[in-house]
């Protein structure tokens, strides 16, 4: 049972244009969202995270933004930038659950063209 | 530098091997994890520790081990009785519940041959 969904296993977008990635999700527990950058043979890198509490959050060129109505979240990257080009794994979890277990999606694959 | 590491980068074993991966961090992080990357998926959890002597089952745990004896290290046995153990495993560690972002070490390839 796939919690934690990207429905997108690939994005293609042009150096300087924004580029958006999708997430979805079915537990209305989750309360903390997480978004991963992820380079081939190396571990994720933590890039933003978000709470339900909240609706937007940004950081630099990167903004997360949460649905809870939908059990959505997105991450909008302006502009991106061919260093962008990676796998991008949304990540959620229940605090409240005390455990500090992260429920994964599948990923997207970015691409960013010179 | 505070950080995770993990050894080796790769790593190759003769099934019905036992094969045990390293992961170190310092950062003074109370909770580790290990995870399993397959291609085309995302991360599966094998195992995690909240604190010293102390672990519990991800949803995939058969087939692994581990321990925690020291705050610092977690080490993931990868035993003879997981049934296809070619995989990219990571690390990660958190401060600990309710702080839930983890951070990853660089991961380790491990290909049975």
């Known amino acids: 049972d796939q919690q934690v969904k990207q429905n997108s296993p690939s994005l293609s977008v042009q150096e300087g244009r924004i580029s958006i990635l999708n997430c979805d999700y079915t537990?209305?527990?989750?309360?903390?969202f997480l978004w991963y950058k992820k380079y081939p043979a190396e571990g994720p890198t933590f890039l933003i995270s978000?709470?339900?509490?909240?609706d937007k959050n940004e950081d630099g060129r990167f903004t997360v933004f949460l649905n809870k109505s939908a059990k959505h979240l997105s991450l909008h990257i302006v502009p991106s930038q061919p260093g962008d080009s990676a796998v991008y794994f949304c990540?959620?979890?229940?605090?409240?659950?005390?455990?500090?277990?992260?429920?994964f999606g599948q990923g997207t694959t970015l691409q960013v063209k010179p | 530098d505070g950080g995770i590491t993990q050894s080796p980068k790769y790593l190759f074993r003769k099934e019905g091997q036992n094969v045990t991966l390293s992961c170190e961090q310092n950062?003074?992080?109370?909770?580790m994890y290990w995870y399993r990357q397959d291609p085309g998926q995302g991360l599966r959890l094998i195992y995690y520790?909240?604190?010293?002597?102390?672990?519990q089952k991800g949803d995939i745990a058969e087939g692994y081990s581990v321990s925690r004896e020291k705050k610092e290290s977690f080490p993931l046995t990868v035993t003879s009785a997981q049934k296809n153990p070619t995989a990219f495993y990571l690390c990660?560690?958190?401060?600990?519940?309710?702080?839930?972002?983890?951070?990853f070490g660089p991961g380790t390839r491990l290909t049975v041959l």
């Open positions: 990660a560690s958190s401060p600990g519940p309710p702080a839930d972002t983890q951070y």
């Open positions: 537990n209305s527990m989750f309360d903390y």
């Open positions: 978000i709470s339900s509490i909240k």
């Open positions: 990540a959620a979890s229940m605090p409240r659950s005390n455990t500090g277990k992260l429920i």
């Open positions: 950062l003074n992080h109370d909770a």
């Open positions: 520790s909240q604190i010293v002597n102390d672990f």
